[in-house]
């Protein structure tokens, strides 16, 4: 007797964390996606450095929990697996779509909108965006890469007016010269414009980095 497989649709309950308030005040909104094993909770502490009256910080969390180095160490998330990944993809880029729809429109009309993803959650925002061609203002791509496996080149015209960035800690041991070499060679046959962030730092997004980022922003 062969094993059948099946896929069925359900309703779950996704989790996020945020910073500041919603509302007509808002001029700079972000969206966060953090990287593999941790939580929305905790990270989107590393945003609060970058944050006044006029912020709003959106933390969502991958849909999978699992207990970090055995049955009982801390509770953690992922955001995808390779197995049924398309799937997966799917609900995430669901999640991040109503998160999308709840808050924007809850703001100042004229906010800028940043997207940010850490180590996995880089490939979590550009595959989202891929999907659903969201309207922002800044991309910032932390210590992951663009994933190789999309064709950019049809949708150059989208990306044309948005700010593009890469950033990477020197001490990062998982982005070694040899990854790195990797990562820019995707994007730069992806097409895209990125602006290359180079840090002092680990694996982690750094909180003086990000400071130091987002105030050249501001006065550029």
């Known amino acids: 007797m062969e ?3 099946h896929s069925a649709k359900v309703t779950r309950t996704a989790h996020y ?12 909104i972000w969206f966060v996606t953090h990287g593999y094993g941790q939580l929305s909770k905790t990270f989107i502490r590393r945003f609060i450095p970058i ?16 207990y970090w180095g055995g049955f009982d160490g801390p509770i953690v998330a ?9 799937d997966e993809i799917a609900d995430y880029a669901n999640m991040l779509d109503q998160l999308y729809a709840k808050y924007v429109p809850l703001c100042h009309p004229d906010a800028e909108i940043n997207l940010l993803g850490f180590s996995q959650g880089t490939a979590t925002q550009v595959r989202w965006i891929m999907r659903s061609f969201p309207k922002f203002d800044r991309l910032m791509l932390w210590s992951g890469q663009l994933p190789e496996d999309l064709d950019y080149q049809p949708h150059l015209d989208y990306f ?3 700010e593009l960035f890469y950033a990477y800690g020197d001490a990062d041991p998982l982005i070694t010269p040899k990854r790195l070499a990797f990562m820019e060679g995707v994007i730069n046959g992806s097409g895209l414009n990125f602006t290359k962030v180079p840090f002092s730092g680990e694996h982690k997004v750094d909180k003086t980095a990000l400071s130091e980022w987002w105030s050249k922003q501001q006065t550029t």
């Open 3 to 5: 094993v059948q497989l």
């Open 78 to 86: 992922s955001w995808m697996t390779r197995e049924d990944r398309l």
């Open 17 to 28: 964390a945020s910073l500041g308030n919603p509302g007509q005040h808002i001029r700079q």
């Open 160 to 162: 044309a007016d948005k």
């Open 51 to 66: 944050c006044d009256e006029q912020t709003l910080v959106i933390a969502p969390e991958g849909l999978s929990r699992f």
